[in-house]
Every structure is written in C-alpha cells, then in structure tokens.
C-alpha cells in the first residue's frame, strides 16, 4: 500500500509496461497505491498488464502511443491525465534494440534506437513534467542500462543509454526547485524477451546465456524485472525526496 494518503491519488505512467521489467513496474507502482497509465505501441498489448493490476485492486488504463511521435505523446498524457488524473510519476521504460557491428549497422538501426529511447524520453518528460510543476511534486525515473559503459555490437543502443543518463542530471538540475527529483536505473543482465532476442542474435540457446552471464555476475544470477521495479519503487517514494541526479546501476556487483 502507499506511503501516505497522498500517493494513493497518485497517478503514475510507464512506457514500455506491456512486459518486462515495464509490466513489472506497473504492476509494482499500483500496489504502492499509484494509478498507472500502461502505455505502449499498441494499446491492446498493454491490457494484461492494467488487467493484472485490476485484479489486485488497483486502478490502470492502456494507452497506445508511439513516444517518438509527439502527438501521440501528448495525447497519451492528455488521456492518462482525464481518465485518471494528473501524472506526478514518469518511469521512461520503452526500448528497442537494432544490434549490429558498426559496419553492419544502418542509418535506420541508429534512428529507430535513438527515437524510441532518447527522443521519446524527452517527449514524454516535456509532456508530463506540467503535470508534476503545477502539483509540486514529481519523479522521473529513465531506464538505462550498463551497456552504457560500452557493449560490443550495441554502438546505438550504448549511446542511447549513455544519453539517458546526462539527460536524467540535467532533468535534476533542472526540475529540483519545483520538488521534481530524477534519476536513472541501469540495469545489468535481466531475464526478458530483449534479453532472449539477444541469445538468439549470437546464436546461443537462452538457458546457456543465462548460465554463462550468471557465472560472470557476483551475485551468480541474472537478474528478474521485478528486481529493477523495487529500485524504481523506491525512487517514486516519499523518502526517495533527497536522491535526484544518480544513476543506479542495478546489475548484481559493482559496475561504474
């Protein structure tokens, strides 16, 4: 349950939410006692994850929006905000992966990783932040990731994430006069479907990527979204209010 009265009327959106460590975090945020906007492409893929928080009690809706697209963004927001009220909490969740080699790589692998991760941050935190001004009161939570260090074959995807990280201190730079705090989580290997696509690009069954990536994390073991949702749920709390600016690398050892 929430913390306070207060962040019961919360209302909370999450890209990405329709699996993964997004569902994970939908789920997470509404038994916090948040209302959560699922957004992702397509609106009916996100109906299992509001049905799930429907079921526990908690009160969502789908949303389906392309985040690189603005008017679709703003749209979404608008909705989120009529169907459930103002949004005071944006977890920038969505992604994509286009892997390749540099020489393999094309224009359009590029464009669509930086569109959706990037530009898409900044669409959806320029929609929602009117929100959290006029309220007082905000979190923005960007997922990042280790690759951001440097990760063979993901030159795009690198950058990307390495992006949403100065993006995320100069959003606390920023925002913090108007109680909006922002950070960024970068997870290391976690046990998705992103996660199984990357097996499969290498050619390596997903039992043994897993196995091999166990044996070289500290912890000796892959990580599940619901680990990266109790980071998030942390950093939309309460207490979380002294925080701003940091990246957590949520990776089971040591990384930057």
Known sequence: MSE????AARVAIVTGAARGIGAATALRLARDGFAVGVLDLEESAGKETVQAIEAAGGRAVAVGADVS???????????????????????????????????KMTESDWD????????????MTRAVQKHMIEAGWGRVVNLSSTSALG??????????????????????????????????????FI???????????VGVSFDDFIAGASQEIPVRRVGQPEDIAHVVSFLVSEGAGFVSGQVIYAAGGPKA
Do not use: W
């Open 112 to 123: 669509v990783v930086m569109n959706v991760h990037l530009r898409g941050a900044f669409l």
């Open 191 to 201: 046990q998705t479907e992103m996660t199984k696509a990357t097996a499969e690009r």
């Open 4 to 7: 306070s009265s207060s962040t």
């Open 151 to 188: 990760n063979r074959g993901q030159a795009n995807y690198s950058a990307a994430k390495a992006g949403l990280q100065g993006f995320t201190k100069t959003l606390a730079i920023e925002l913090g006069k108007f109680g909006v705090t922002a950070n960024a989580v970068a997870p290391g």
């Open 69 to 103: 697209d603005p008017e679709q963004v703003e749209a979404a927001v608008a909705r989120v905000a009529e169907e459930l009220g103002a949004p005071t909490v944006l977890v920038n969740n969505a992604g994509v992966t286009r892997d390749n080699l540099l020489f």
